[in-house]
């Protein structure tokens, strides 16, 4: 089990972490500060500058998911991990990953009060000329405060607050602890999605309203939305899978067998193994079914209808091209081959 410490800097999550590890029996302390440490030495300093934090970086993220499943393999027990993930799609990505390798995920928010915060950046004790870390850590600290406050929305509905302002670090590493006893810090409610061992075969399903938008999903389990469908399972037809997820994702039974739009070969890339894609043409729905639209499991967060530029902004690169050419497809009543989100042929 992990039991991940969230919480903006300055909240008390290292310390509390710390504390905690001596009070939860067989409990093992893992920053991935550590990891982002190591990439800005491995990595080149070229890429380094394309993104302002290391977690914008996939491979931190990978690494964190790989690191925290390979410590519990050698060590086994509770894994404590301090570290703020203020980014939904971060959350979702670490949190899948952790998911799809059964391990458990206690999320806990460490939330005191923004004037505690701020007295707390003001009389950290932190290395180097007092000058130096007033610009280096004290003004980033104060500037990062909205960035925290942006996000609590998803971070108070997702994880187990604990208003930890007029408490010590005993007194919270205590009120966690309890919290994962009693089991009030609720294992996350986030599908288990097995990694694939090889090239997959996947059908989805393009539904449409009655302006012709496209409706695309949010997944809870991975970064980025996606088409409602998933992976088809063996001796399972590609477009009944397609039906199936469907109903099993949004709660709507398909009236009839959905037709082919594109079949996309996607290329293996690490950590992925790639495989082919299936879109398929759902139909319209009309007005009604649409309000009837349900989300009855833990794999999706929301749905929508979005425009064709509208869905160039939500979707991966290559999940846009599929859709693009599906469009194109659907426009032309013929279906299309791609490699890699390219036509052949």
């Not at 302390?29 to 302002?52: C, H, M, N, S, T």
């Not at 290391?54 to 925290?68: E, F, H, I, K, N």
């Not at 899948?96 to 009389?123: D, K, N, Y």
């Not at 599908?191 to 997959?200: I, K, L, W």
Request: with cysteine.
């Amino acid at each position: 089990m992990i039991v991940w410490i969230n919480g903006t800097f300055s909240a008390g999550k290292t310390s509390t972490a710390r504390e905690l590890t001596g009070i939860l029996p067989d409990s093992t302390l893992f920053d991935p500060e550590f990891i982002g440490d190591a990439l800005r030495v491995l990595l080149p300093p070229e890429r380094l500058a394309e993104v302002a934090d290391y977690q914008d970086l996939p491979s931190w993220r990978r690494l964190v998911v790989d690191t925290a499943a390979a410590m519990l393999a050698e060590v086994g027990g509770v894994l404590v991990v301090p570290m703020t993930l203020l980014r939904q799609e971060y959350r979702d990505e670490i949190f899948g990953g952790l998911a799809a390798r059964r391990i458990p995920v206690r999320h806990v928010l460490l939330a005191p009060a923004e004037t505690i915060l701020r007295e707390r950046i003001a009389t950290r004790t932190e290395p180097g000329a007092p000058e130096d870390v007033d610009v280096r850590v004290r003004q980033w600290a104060y500037d990062h405060i909205p960035a925290y406050q942006g996000p609590l929305g998803w971070l108070t509905g997702d994880a187990h607050v604990i208003d930890n302002g007029l408490l010590t670090v005993r007194e919270t590493a205590e009120r966690i602890a309890e919290a994962v006893r009693s089991e009030t810090a609720r294992i996350c409610d986030i599908v288990q999605t097995p990694e694939p061992t090889r090239e997959t075969v996947a059908a989805g399903v393009l539904l449409f309203d009655e302006q012709d938008r496209v409706l695309l999903v949010d997944p809870t389990y991975k970064a980025g939305w996606e088409f409602p469908g998933g992976v088809v399972e063996a001796g399972e037809a590609p477009a009944c899978a397609g039906v199936r997820e469907v109903a099993e994702e949004l709660g709507l039974v398909l009236d009839r067998m959905p037709g082919l739009l594109v079949v996309d070969w996607e290329r293996p890339l690490h950590p992925g193994y790639g495989g082919l894609r299936l879109l398929f043409d759902g139909g319209r729905l009309t007005e009604e079914a649409a309000a009837r639209l349900r989300l009855p499991g833990p794999e999706l967060r929301a749905w929508r209808f979005v425009t064709e530029a509208e869905a160039a902004e939500l979707l991966p690169q290559h999940r846009y091209e599929r859709l693009r050419w599906a469009l194109r497809a659907r426009e032309r009543a013929r279906p299309l081959y791609l490699e890699a989100g390219v036509p052949t042929g």
